[in-house]
């Protein structure tokens, strides 16, 4: 079952078996909230800039089977660029049981580039780094819903179709600055980081360091 725009495709549970996917893909995912034991992964959205769409599953709750969702995911040859990497890799970890590998992570990336400023949310990355204005005016709603909006699913797109053009930026500015290595350093571990958290580890600074008191 399939609803579609010019923008999007939908499908319910899984992707169809004859779907295919470009090398690089951008994804984002949509949870019922901000506790991943307790609110589940919702939708999924993957944009390969190859034919324009973006490809979304929605998961009905506990059906999270999706085989060839999964097999995408695992397949470690595909690049996936995410904006703050950690969150939806933590969810796809529980939910559909893949620590993903060969990630790209654009939080990361602004934070190693562009360290003039503070502003690393998506649509500060996106405004100043393509001049491109993301709206969040979706992000606070039913993701769950059985039948999503055209609002939503337009929303939902946007998270997706920018982050491409978003890597290259930020690595040509890294680039110039000789700061790759320490970025493609970053997201090499973050397997490892998500593995922790999804034991129990997620709430603990691991790296941090605090000098004793004596
Ligand atoms: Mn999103």
């Not at 324009?52 to 995408?72: C, E, I, W």
Request: aromatic share 12%.
């Amino acid at each position: 079952m399939t609803a579609g725009s010019p923008r999007y495709v939908l499908y319910k549970n899984d992707f169809p078996d004859d779907l295919t996917f470009g090398d690089v893909l951008a994804i984002d995912s949509e949870f019922m909230g901000l506790n991943v034991w307790r609110d589940r992964l919702c939708l999924l959205q993957v944009y390969d800039g190859v034919d324009g769409k973006t490809h979304m599953v929605q998961f009905d709750r506990g059906n999270f089977d999706a085989p060839n969702v999964k097999k995408l995911l695992s397949d470690p040859k595909k690049e996936k660029i995410f904006y703050f990497a950690r969150g939806d890799m933590r969810w796809i970890g529980h939910y559909l049981g893949i620590i993903l590998e060969n990630v790209y992570c654009l939080k990361i990336a602004s934070r190693i580039a562009r360290t003039y400023t503070q502003q690393h949310e998506l649509q500060d990355v996106s405004h100043h780094v393509l001049g491109v204005k993301i709206s969040k005016e979706q992000q606070c709603t039913d993701w769950g819903a059985p039948d999503l909006s055209h609002a939503q699913l337009d929303y939902a797109c946007n998270d997706v179709v920018y982050l491409h053009a978003m890597k290259e930026k930020l690595n040509a500015m890294m680039v110039n600055e000789g700061r790759l290595d320490i970025a493609y350093g970053l997201f090499k571990c973050l397997p490892h980081v998500v593995r922790a958290d999804l034991a129990g580890w997620g709430n603990e600074d691991l790296f941090g360091y605090h000098v004793p008191r004596p």
